[in-house]
């Protein structure tokens, strides 16, 4: 294989796999980059050498029914084919169905709130999912998230939710009264008062404490940034990358997707010229990243969708891709040559016939 000559060895999830401590996963990027593929792959791969994964989906934009080809829903489901591998897709933008749709009073305070700390009933859900995860005693989570964007918002709950609690204590001061008489006249129990509630979001806190001190251990949670060899995506990694360090949640791993190899067979000018525009950003991941392991992907003549075409390419995330490269023999280049002639003896019998009938024009 061509590494051989070149001085950075082919990276690899390898490391991924060994880490018997890791419990979280994150796998996130741009939209479209192959992040619900490749966090696929990876739950895939775990699950031969775990006790037992689950995937979980926080992109509002589900595919990883579309991957497995399969229907999921938000509590754990078998993937099938497998007995030890779990799915599961949340919506991180649907409001908590069991918090405060039951009556109006607590409709306006949790819409007051939700006004007031955007991004907070978003917080509120994922804690939920997250204590329900906990309990679940599985031995990895894969987490296919939201683009950049979204994910770093959710990494971002604790400090969401103790402002979350502030406002929550000042409305309480503001109308403690008139929320009890509410409580009282619509004739609800103990479990929806004020107290309840703040009960409620004092061990949400709880959770997401302790939840954001595991995000925060490098032997327990890692983030796989996802990336394609272009300019927009070498910049959101990067932008990623430092929102990771300021968060302290460790990230040692990147996957380029779409990557074109030179192939033998590859004629095309198009797909030269893009290799060549892919191969400087390449340069410029190695450059940048040089202390992370960094997967290179073969981009495929087809979507990559169903367990079988997800297998298959999981072979591309523990050994690297080995374009078919014995060009170059004699009897190549000959193909080549006549090739060549023959398009040339084409090309002039045609600019010969325009020339003509230029003339008579
Ligand atoms: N290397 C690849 N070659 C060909 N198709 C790919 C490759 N990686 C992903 N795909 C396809 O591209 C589409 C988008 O990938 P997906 O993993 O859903 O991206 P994301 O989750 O980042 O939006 C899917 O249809 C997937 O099958
Ligand atoms: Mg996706």
Redesign the pocket.
Known sequence: MASENQDIPEGNVQNILEQESLKWVFVG?K????????SSILSILLASVRSSVLIISTDPAH?LSD?FQQRFTKSPTLVTGFTNLYAMEVDPTVENEDMGNNNDGMDSLFSELSNAIPGIDEAMSFAEMLKLVQTMDYSVIVFDTAPTGHTLRLLQFPSTLEKGLGKMMSLKNKFGGLLSQMTRIFGMGDEFGEDAIMGRLEGMKDVIEQVNKQFKDPDLTTFVC?CIPEFLSLYETERLVQELTKFEIDTHNIII??VLFDEEDVESKLLKARMQMQQKYLDQFYMLYDDFNITK????P????GVEALKSFSHHFVRPYEPSTHRNTVEELERKVSTLRQQLKDTETELEKLRKGKQKI
């Not at 939209?31 to 490749?38: A, E, H, N, R």
């Open positions: 990027g939209g479209g980059v192959g992040k619900t593929t490749c595919n991957a996802v997707n779409q992907l073969p981009l495929l087809e979507e990559v969708t």
